[in-house]
């Protein structure tokens, strides 16, 4: 009974694993010469034609142990007590393990070595079983899954066998131990590699699967690219599922790391724990059974992939190769994690080998071979393919892009700690064992910097290239003053940026990306000075400058077009300024904690504006003279609004003077009371020139003086000299006397007195009136026009 038989099963079982059994029937049986190349392929199936061979030899050792009765006495024997019979049934075991062992070769193809081994089971039955008595050939090619042992009972070996295997669990594992160590989670990437390259080339030889079988090297290819495609994209890197991976702790110089070094190692962790989730997900979609395969080459692969990113990553910055390869270690030292036992990918229960962990490559995978083809150099063709693929298509990032992202400066700081380390080592400094360069190091080249920026702020800011970025903006609102002041900052500054973009045209030499150490220094330069000059524009406009002084609204706006200065200068980062060397100079990004070694930034820079005599100067009479002067039309302007009523209150004094005033320019003036006006009358007056020639006639005289005579007679004082008003109430007097007519004759002799003739009567010369020529004109022939105007010196 198999039952009762499970000493045989611990017999067979110690047979296939003694060494002696192995090492005799591996010389006789198990060398074949395509097994000698020492791969893992051919170790596997040497090492399962050995355990076969020396199951088979035991079978043959299994001797009868009963003694046979010839007379035929033979009821009291047990029938199952033979020779023959014992052989069988550890027989039917042996297939059950040949079963077992394939089953557990989840990657290497051990078929081969089993069919061998039974080939031989005729030899080794002649040389092992020749006691005479039956003895029984173990074949591979008979069935036992509809074997019954009692008819009546309809029991079956199958099940027999199967809890025979599972009962003794522990020495079946113990025997197979050979058999593992080229396969499962144990197994090396190569082993694995050429394992599974032969059962993917042997299952193409099967009817079955030949019409979806595909090339290796056709499968990688592709699978290449969908791995490749997935691990850059940046998107892809800000899952949360990656942070418990990529957080703390990556490398052994963490504590050290700055604060762009530690960003740049999270996302360079994350990218190769995308890459392990993604190779964990790989699905035997077409049923070819190359699921394995494909997972294996793509662990390959992505381990080469890191070693060419760290080849090309010597001079980056903030991760150089050191701390790139500490970053891509620490990813691959999660891989358990991320792909193992009770993961997404690989469920509990899934059995101790199905889950596949990729590990950080051996030094000895270089020397890894399927068949006559090196596998490193053969993937790493296919990578550098690849890469060349992406960089003319740009689908895809290529390994130089990869590292710019990984290397992106997401801090000022971080791009001046860069920019510095690249400056000293251009001079030939070497930094070795995590040495980090001083401010001392470049603190002569950054004071040349400097005064070449501000030289250039001062001239630069009239060229139309750069007045363009300031003149686009609507000033008016912050006043009349402030208008000029912030527009006179924005232009400032504007100079400033469109210099430090045309300074070293934007990049470093090297294959490095990146911006210069001068367009960097005067970004922090420019930024520092912004700051100081807003402090000493709040200060000063309170004593010395304009007291409307403001820049702070030109100073961001001048900031705010950096971009398109940027753009304007350097034209390759029009289609694409996100890429390390289109550096943008930008007003809010601070540096008060950054560090150069163990220097801080902020210690050494202000002091250079600040306390430098000649620097602080430049600032002091750039605020004065050409951001918040004081002209004189800003003295003016105050009293502007005052001007309509000056001229007014001027206009109502002049009126006033003319009517309350003396009239007239000098000359004797005769003030006469209301009720007595000395002399004659105006008619006596004109008759003592008129000769009687008839009624209504009059005689029009003009008093000349001689050329020679002076032209303007010394004036008089005050005496005698009446205003206005006086007139008016002399006028107001007669009237109420009753004279009126007399009266107003009067007041005509007045006027005509002070407003006709009182200026060209003193000018005139004094005639004797006799001497004057008398002509009549009758008043009626008279015209109007010949009447003189005020002051012409006629007298009527």
Known sequence: MISASDWIFRGLLGGMSNADNQSEVALEHCSKSNWGNDDAHSVANKTACKLVAAGLQYISKIQDTYKFDPKGNNNNLNPYDNQEYKQLVACLMLKRVAEEMKRRSKICNIDEGIETAFSAAPQIKSK???????????????????????????????????????????????????????????????????????????????????????????????????????????????????????????????????GGEKTAKQKACKLFALGLKHISEIKDNKQNGDESLRKTMMCAALNLYADQLIKKSTEQCPLDSEKLKEAIDHAFGKSKNIMGNKTASCPSGSGTSSCFICNRLEESFGTCRIGSDNVKTNLNKLIKDNDDDNTKTNNTPNMEQTLDKINSKDTFCTELQCAIIKKVKSTGKKLQNGTRPSWDDINKDAKGVLTTLLGHMTVGQTKSEVTKYCNDRKWDEFGHKGKHTNKAACLLFAAGLEHIYTHGNGRSSGPVNGPSFGQTMGCLFLKEYAKQLKEMAEKQKKYKVHPDCSVDSGIEYAFSKSKDIMVSVLTRCKNNASINDCFVCKIDQDYGTCLIGTDKVKSNVEPMLKDNDRNQNHMEKTLENTVCPILLTDILTPFLPLAPVSIGLSAMAYYLWKYFGPLGKGGQRFRRSPTEIPGSSVQEQVLDHVEEAGPHEYRLVKERKPRSAPTRTKRSGRVNRRTIIEIHFEVLDECQKGDTQLNQKDFLELLVQEFMGSELMEEEEQVPKEEVPMELVPIEEVPMERVPSLGSGFMV
């Open 128 to 258: 092992h079983c020749n006691n005479g008595k039956p003895c029984f050939v173990c074949k591979l090619d008979e069935k036992y899954d509809d074997c019954h042992l009692d008819t009546a009972k309809e029991v079956k070996v199958k099940p027999k066998l199967e809890s025979l295997l599972t009962g003794e669990g522990t020495t079946v594992n113990n025997t197979l131990t050979d058999l593992l160590k080229t396969d499962g989670k144990d197994a090396s990437l190569c082993s694995r590699l050429q394992c599974l390259a032969s059962k993917v080339e042997a299952l193409k030889l099967q009817q079955s699967s030949q019409s979806n079988a595909s090339d290796i090297e056709g499968e990688v290819s592709t699978e290449l690219k969908k791995l490749l495609q997935h691990i850059t994209e940046v998107e892809n890197w800000k899952q949360k599922e990656f942070d418990q991976y990529c957080t703390d702790n990556i490398g052994s110089s963490w504590l050290e790391d700055t």
